[in-house]
């Protein structure tokens, strides 16, 4: 039982990534259903509409003013199902509110179950998806305000995020948004990264236009702009980004040999020194790769860890499948591999030529390759 108290952060027990709240009757009866329906989710309601099979059922019971209850849960949950009305849900949560890159989606179901309507967070903090996941499981009708998915148009700040990509600076993601709602001319210039952004099965708008490269854009002269590449931009290319958001895709293949006992400090500093030569972004790494040997090489593992980068080995015969343009006897004597780095980044990368061919620095050997646009 949590017992609410004016200036107490009540204790919750969080198990799931959602929390539905009740505080009615119909409310209750709403909650127990759609609780079975999401099962990374946690119910919190009233005390005095207990079942007696809460505690099996993992509900948690409150008592006192449910307003004291979103301070908890604020911190705890992605997003929050609440069966209250809209205005109270406002004023509540109100006080809570500190920015959208931090903001649980909030999502608001009337006591009838009719309407499920998206509150807060709606890109971001997954309150749209979420809306339209809650009113199918009740068969309600879903309410979603936000001008890009109205329109069916790109939604800026969820960019490619369903692949990994990464915004450089979200300073410019409003009135970027502005211009695509506001149907203004919009560029969006791909020179890496996955393809398949366009989610709608209706023609790309007809204010949006895709180009191969920066210097195609700026020709065009568009209002704005999202530009995908995993290439620190040149100083004349950096005007397209006057009213434009640049997003890192997930595409450079590190190949990383070293010799045991090599520190990460040494292995962090030849990535970060290779990818400033190679003019790469170090937000567009997605794996670094190497020999099986190197599995639990305590220096590379921190490295990737750090980074949350992925991490993927080969034993030498793969390694060995690969044509290489510097194979090393010396190598194979001590792997039974004729390289590392080299074949390790086109094996992952599924590429037979390279942006870096084969470093050596110090301690460790590095080769880089970038992922074919899919």
Same mark, same amino acid.
């Given at each position: 039982?949590?017992?609410?108290? +004016?200036?107490?952060?009540?204790?919750?027990?969080?198990?799931?990534?959602?929390?539905?709240?009740?505080?009615?009757?119909?409310?209750?009866?709403?909650?127990?259903?759609?609780?079975? &329906?999401?099962?990374? #989710?946690?119910?919190?309601?009233?005390?005095?509409?207990?079942?007696?099979?809460?505690t099996?059922?993992?509900?948690?019971?409150?008592?006192?003013?449910?307003?004291?209850?979103?301070?908890?849960?604020?911190?705890?949950?992605?997003?929050?199902?609440?069966?209250?009305?809209?205005?109270?849900?406002?004023?509540?949560?109100?006080?809570?509110?500190?920015?959208?890159?931090?903001?649980?989606g909030?999502?608001?179901?009337?006591?009838?179950? +009719?309407?499920?309507?998206?509150?807060l #967070?709606?890109?971001?903090?997954?309150?749209?998806?979420? @809306?339209?996941?809650?009113?199918? &499981?009740?068969g309600?009708?879903?309410?979603?305000?936000?001008?890009?998915?109205?329109?069916? *148009?790109?939604?800026?700040?969820?960019?490619?995020?369903?692949?990994?990509? +990464?915004?450089? $600076? /979200?300073? %410019? =993601? *409003?009135?970027?948004?502005?211009?695509?709602?506001?149907?203004?001319q919009?560029?969006v210039?791909?020179?890496?990264?996955?393809?398949?952004?366009?989610?709608?099965? *209706?023609?790309?708008p007809?204010?949006?236009?895709?180009?191969?490269?920066?210097?195609?854009? =700026?020709?065009?002269?568009?209002? &704005? /702009?999202?530009?995908?590449?995993?290439?620190?931009? #040149?100083?004349?290319?950096?005007?397209?980004?006057?009213?434009?958001?640049?997003?890192?895709?997930?595409?450079?293949?590190?190949?990383?040999?070293?010799?045991?006992? *090599?520190?990460?400090?040494?292995?962090?500093?030849?990535?970060?020194?290779?990818?400033? +030569? =190679?003019?790469f $972004?170090p937000?567009?790494?997605?794996?670094?790769?190497?020999?099986? =040997? %190197?599995?639990?090489?305590?220096?590379?593992?921190?490295?990737?860890?750090?980074?949350?980068?992925?991490?993927?080995?080969?034993?030498?015969?793969?390694?060995?499948t !690969?044509?290489?343009?510097?194979? #090393?006897?010396?190598?194979? %004597?001590?792997?039974? /591999?004729?390289?590392? $780095?080299?074949?390790a980044? %086109?094996?992952?990368?599924?590429?037979?030529?390279?942006?870096?061919?084969?470093?050596?620095?110090?301690?460790? @050997?590095?080769? !880089?390759?970038?992922?074919?646009?899919?």
């Open positions: 039982m949590i017992t609410l108290s +004016e200036g107490e952060i009540p204790v919750i027990e969080r198990r799931g990534d959602y929390a539905i709240i009740a505080i009615t009757k119909h409310g209750v009866e709403m909650a127990r259903k759609l609780q079975r &329906a999401f099962s990374r #989710s946690d119910l919190y309601y009233m005390s005095k509409f207990e079942r007696g099979d809460e099996a059922r993992g509900i948690q019971l409150f008592e006192g003013s449910v307003r004291l209850l979103f301070p908890a849960l604020f911190p705890a949950y992605k997003g929050l199902i609440i069966i209250i009305s809209l205005g109270a849900v406002i004023r509540m949560i109100a006080p809570l509110l500190e920015d959208k890159k931090k903001d649980p909030i999502v608001v179901i009337d006591d009838k179950g +009719e309407h499920v309507i998206s509150v #967070s709606g890109h971001l903090g997954g309150a749209n998806e979420l @809306t339209r996941e809650v009113a199918a &499981a009740l309600a009708r879903p309410v979603i305000t936000t001008a890009s998915d109205v329109q069916g *148009t790109i939604a800026v700040d969820l960019f490619g995020r369903r692949f990994g990509w +990464e915004w450089e $600076s /979200a300073d %410019k =993601l *409003t009135p970027v948004s502005a211009s695509v709602v506001n149907e203004e919009v560029a210039v791909q020179e890496s990264g996955e393809t398949g952004w366009w989610l709608y099965s *209706t023609p790309l007809a204010n949006i236009r895709v180009y191969a490269t920066v210097t195609e854009a =700026l020709a065009a002269q568009p209002k &704005a /702009a999202l530009v995908v590449t995993h290439r620190v931009l #040149s100083p004349g290319e950096e005007a397209i980004l006057a009213n434009g958001v640049l997003y890192r895709p997930k595409v450079i293949a590190l190949g990383i040999g070293c010799n045991r006992g *090599t520190a990460a400090e040494e292995i962090e500093a030849v990535i970060a020194e290779t990818l400033a +030569e =190679l003019k $972004s937000r567009s790494v997605k794996s670094v790769c190497t020999i099986d =040997l %190197k599995q639990d090489e305590e220096g590379l593992l921190a490295v990737v860890q750090k980074n949350g980068w992925a991490f993927e080995t080969y034993t030498p015969e793969q390694l060995n !690969v044509p290489m343009d510097e194979p #090393s006897d010396t190598v194979y %004597k001590y792997t039974g /591999a004729y390289g590392v $780095s080299e074949p980044a %086109k094996l992952y990368a599924g590429v037979s030529q390279l942006a870096l061919v084969k470093k050596k620095s110090g301690n460790v @050997t590095i080769s !880089v390759a970038v992922i074919p646009s899919a």
